[in-house]
């Protein structure tokens, strides 16, 4: 097996231009957003096996079969633990309260992550909610959109606000670094996943699917099948900072201290149906 890595972006657009003289069988990408673009594209085929359709929870694949789940990300509130009890941020809506006023930092709207986490609420709520929250939340804001989700937790944990969110293993990287520097960042910021009391932090998956010219589609099956099997699940759940797709496998160790929490539940395909328009939302509340 031979592996070609590059961004999602970069990916597709060489699948894309390959067209059926590919010799890619497989095509994984983190967040669904990423898979359903593949998926829209016509790149993908639809594959559905008794295994993966045990193995894998029905909100962690795409209705169709066109791309499975193999381990889980959590949308986390990260908050400066010397300015916010964690009760202040249990949900994403608090982050548009006057409680909040200059003290929110985000990262820009035109990555996948904000895309897909507007685009559930869009699903759950209906878009003049989702943009009722993100002009709540804009108008929060300490200063403009910058940098990774790594970045938005040392500003909070620097001072120049009390609140953010991020994906939940930039958080627990930081907690397992070698360097003094980044376990100092997470001594100042707390975490929560938000929503428990009501619909559940918004998760997402690392996934893949097989690609619509795929040579190999039995040996490709194979591979999204083990990636879900006890043998590689086990493996890799202690090294991992993602939570295996599998509830039934534990999470490494800090992650499984973290406790188990309620997640979101929605198609999975409506981060990638819902991705324009929350697009849309951003630019028109001005949430760059
Ligand atoms: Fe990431």
Redesign the pocket.
């Known amino acids: 097996m031979r592996a070609l890595t590059g961004s999602a972006e970069q990916l597709l657009e060489r699948l894309r231009a390959e067209g059926d003289q590919t010799e890619a069988d497989v095509f994984i990408s ?1 967040d669904a957003g990423n898979l359903w673009k593949v998926k829209d594209a016509g790149l993908f085929q639809n594959v559905t096996t008794p295994t993966l359709q045990e193995k894998v929870p029905e909100h962690l694949r795409d209705p169709d079969g066109a791309y499975w789940g193999f381990t889980k990300r959590a949308r986390i509130i990260v908050y400066r633990k010397d300015a916010v009890r964690p009760e202040e941020v249990a949900t994403m809506d608090a982050l548009g309260t006057a409680r909040f006023h200059n003290q929110i930092v985000m990262r820009s709207s035109s990555n996948v992550y904000q895309l897909s986490t507007l685009a559930a609420r869009i699903e759950r709520l209906g878009a003049e909610n989702a943009k009722a929250w993100a002009a709540a939340v804009r108008g929060n804001f300490a200063h403009d959109p910058q940098g990774s ?1 790594t970045d938005q937790i040392k500003a909070v944990a620097a001072g120049e606000a009390q609140a953010s969110v991020c ?1 939940h293993y ?1 958080y627990f990287r930081m907690m397992r670094s070698d360097d003094p520097a980044d376990r100092d960042v997470v001594s100042k910021v707390g975490f929560v996943f938000p929503d428990q009391a009501g619909a559940g932090t918004h998760v997402n998956i690392s996934g893949g699917g097989i690609t619509a010219h795929a040579q190999r589609r039995d040996l490709g099956i194979q591979f999204l099948e083990y990636l879900v099997s006890d043998a590689a699940q086990t493996m890799l759940a202690p090294l991992n900072t993602e939570f295996p797709i599998r509830p039934e496998i534990p999470a490494a160790p800090d992650l499984a201290a973290a406790g188990p929490f309620k997640e979101e539940n929605i198609p999975l395909d409506a981060l990638g149906r819902h991705q324009a328009e929350a697009a849309r939302i951003f630019e028109e509340v001005g949430w760059s």
């Open positions: 983190a989700d994906n930039y």
